[in-house]
């Protein structure tokens, strides 16, 4: 079945280092993948979307590469900070998907400390 | 323009009871996708609105329907409840309709404990 992994186990990073999250696809092809940033409690925040042409996106400090032959996004925060902290997901559609069925991974915690 | 609103924001319910989640979608969307977040998961496709016509579904049991409205608003009903249906419930809207490649806007979430 499709599927998205990601990393279970939780980030630690110190304040001013990059994180880098990882997020894997396996039995299919995306159209793109997108990023979400969750506080708990509360439902995602969409971040960036990557398209499957696209090696690689930007948006201030946040960096998302896409890797076709990998099967691999990775996600970074540049000069991180507390307010970072949060759990961020990958998300994708099927290319043969039809309709907006966000596949989910189960996302990663990150907690960056002072 | 106004966000993705849901209610209500927490509810608890008893395992065989009936219950109705609401969503709000945003100012200018004409599809609604609802998804099931269990704690430390994450969200998992039910089905999708367009046009108050469902455009497709996930792997969930008949006793979960929905309702689009004409004013894009959507309902969220789930029968006889079960122990696992307890977790956090997500509205998502977007103005893509089928197949587009589109941004959805999440809501808050509403919390189902089921006992």
């Known amino acids: 079945s499709q599927k998205i992994e990601q990393n279970s186990e939780a980030l630690n990073i110190q304040e001013g280092k990059t994180a880098t999250l990882t997020c894997n696809y396996t039995n299919y092809s995306p159209a793109y993948l997108q990023w979400y940033r969750q506080d708990p409690g509360r439902g995602p925040v969409f971040l960036l979307l990557?398209?499957?042409?696209?090696k690689e996106k930007r948006k201030e400090r946040l960096k998302v590469t896409f890797d076709t032959t990998l099967k691999q996004s990775l996600f970074h925060i540049t000069a991180s900070q507390p307010a970072d902290s949060a759990t961020y997901l990958c998300a994708s559609i099927p290319v043969s998907g039809g309709y907006n069925k966000l596949i989910f991974g189960a996302g990663t915690r990150l907690a960056v400390h002072p | 323009e106004t966000g993705v609103t849901q209610s209500p924001t927490h509810l608890i319910k008893t395992r065989g009871q009936q219950v109705t989640l609401r969503c709000s979608s945003q100012?200018?969307?004409?599809?609604v996708s609802w998804y099931q977040q269990a704690l430390g998961q994450g969200p998992q496709f039910i089905f999708q609105?367009?046009?108050?016509?469902?455009?497709g579904r996930g792997n969930f049991p008949p006793r979960f329907s929905g309702l689009q409205f004409p004013n894009y608003s959507s309902e969220l009903n789930v029968n006889a409840l079960e122990l696992d249906d307890s977790a956090l419930y997500l509205c998502?809207?977007?103005?893509?309709?089928?197949?587009?490649?589109?941004?959805?806007?999440f809501g808050p979430g509403t919390r189902l404990l089921v006992l």
């Open positions: 998502a809207s977007s103005s893509a309709g089928t197949g587009a490649l589109e941004t959805q806007y």
């Open positions: 609105y367009y046009r108050e016509e469902e455009n």
């Open positions: 100012s200018g969307h004409n599809t």
């Open positions: 990557i398209r499957e042409n696209e």
